[in-house]
């Protein structure tokens, strides 16, 4: 006698398939290359704090390191032109000076 196959039937044909679809999203999605980053290291950028960042001080920063993008876009290392202090910022809270 031999084990029933968890996947046999039309169900378990359905379940392979939306498994497979599932695998082949995820590797196009890691195919995709990352988008290039607006700002170089060493540039001079004046950083606009959002709604909820009001504390924190808007100014003239230098961009320190490009850092990879999370969530809808790409962030970086700032340092503060005046010294000091240094943050990670999302590029959409950035723009030339």
Excluded at 6 to 15: H, I, N
Excluded at 42 to 61: E, L, N, R
Aim: glycine share 12%.
């Amino acid at each position: 006698m031999t084990p029933k196959n968890k996947t046999s039937g039309l169900y378990g044909e359905a379940m392979v398939s939306e498994r497979g679809k599932a695998m082949a999203r995820k590797a196009r999605e890691k195919a995709r290359p990352a988008a290039a980053h607006r700002f170089a290291i060493g540039q001079t950028v004046h950083y606009s704090p959002g709604i909820f960042d009001m504390a924190d001080g808007k100014g003239v920063y230098r961009v320190v390191r490009l850092l990879p993008a999370e969530g809808s876009g790409n962030q970086y290392r700032l340092e503060s032109a005046s010294g000091g202090h240094d943050r990670v910022v999302c590029e959409s809270q950035l723009s030339l000076r």
